[in-house]
């Protein structure tokens, strides 16, 4: 049996965030930085640059016309939403040399990814929210099972095999033979990593968003593209929509007041743009 901190310390020996990053992070919690600062220190890394200017000329943004600087992509996204999208790659990046043997990262990701557009899809259909952050957060939010299946990948296997076979929630078996859940070790990493409040709380609180105090709504928002995601390839012939409503818990609908209509445009909007995102953050991959 194992803690967060204990998995999340195994890894952290692996995967790290890169220096431009924290650079970048200082920047933003530094009240008298500019934006000329903050598009130098993007600048200063070529494959944070490179992946910046890709997304920013991008479906996931959308803007018109072609932007060729990481000034003028830091004037139209904003401080925050760059310091999202560096977060978002810097991830992906510490993870890249991780594969666990009993894990299929490409399923992984694109779940990732799928998750996190469903999450900014919530966030504009419900009007609540920065749908810009609930995709990075979105994208984060399993992130404790890659951890998990490095760190213990036994363990982790177990839980996911007895899930199956019982249809007991993933989480609850995790507790009982990993000794915590994907949520936890999640919020650890990001703590651990020193990512802003937010995405600790969001992603720990993500299976009971009541539990995420100022971030609760965010959790709720997770909580909601969780149960999109899990709907979205069952072979079940229920309607994905209807199930998926009737699987998230009766506080997050009436906070989000969502109904089973919200919930497949949701859907539809993650669907739409899927593609092309993965290609956007996983040129290599099919």
């Known amino acids: 049996m194992s803690t967060p901190q204990e998995l999340v310390a195994c890894v952290e020996r692996l995967a790290s965030l890169p220096a431009v990053y924290h650079r970048i992070r ?12 903050l598009a130098e220190a993007v600048s200063s890394d070529a494959g944070i640059t490179a992946r910046v200017l890709r997304a920013v000329n991008s479906v996931l943004y959308g803007f018109p016309g ?16 760059v310091h999202d999208l560096v977060l978002s790659t810097s991830v992906i990046g510490a993870f890249s040399g991780i594969r666990p043997a009993r894990m299929h990262m490409i399923r992984f990701w694109k779940n990732c990814v799928f998750r996190g557009l469903a999450a900014r899809a919530a966030a504009r ?47 609850q ?7 915590c859940n994907y949520a936890e070790v999640g919020a650890a990493l990001a703590t ?15 299976l009971n968003p009541a539990m995420g105090g100022p971030h609760a709504t965010e959790a709720a928002l997770l909580n909601v593209a969780n149960h999109v995601l899990a709907t979205e390839e069952e072979s ?11 699987r998230i818990d009766p506080m ?26 993965i290609a956007l953050f996983f040129p290599n991959q099919g």
């Open 125 to 171: 259909q419900l009007g609540t929210g920065d749908p810009e952050r609930m995709f990075v957060e979105g994208l984060l939010a399993d992130i404790g099972h890659l951890v998990m299946f490095q760190a213990t990948p036994e363990a982790a296997d177990a839980a996911l095999a007895e899930s199956r076979r019982s249809h007991a929630p993933i989480h």
């Open 236 to 246: 079940d012939p229920e309607d994905p929509d209807e199930a998926a409503f009737a």
């Open 26 to 37: 200082a920047l933003i919690d530094d009240p008298d930085s500019s934006v000329h600062e």
């Open 192 to 206: 651990a990593w020193h990512l802003p409040t937010g995405f600790a709380t969001a992603i720990g609180a993500q």
């Open 173 to 179: 078996v995790e507790d009982d033979i990993v000794g």
């Open 252 to 277: 997050t609908l009436a906070r989000l007041d969502i109904d089973v209509a919200k919930l497949a445009a949701i859907r539809s909007a993650a669907r739409e743009e899927s593609a092309a995102v």
């Open 66 to 81: 072609k932007i060729e600087t990481v000034g003028r992509a830091v004037n139209l996204m904003g401080m925050q939403q």
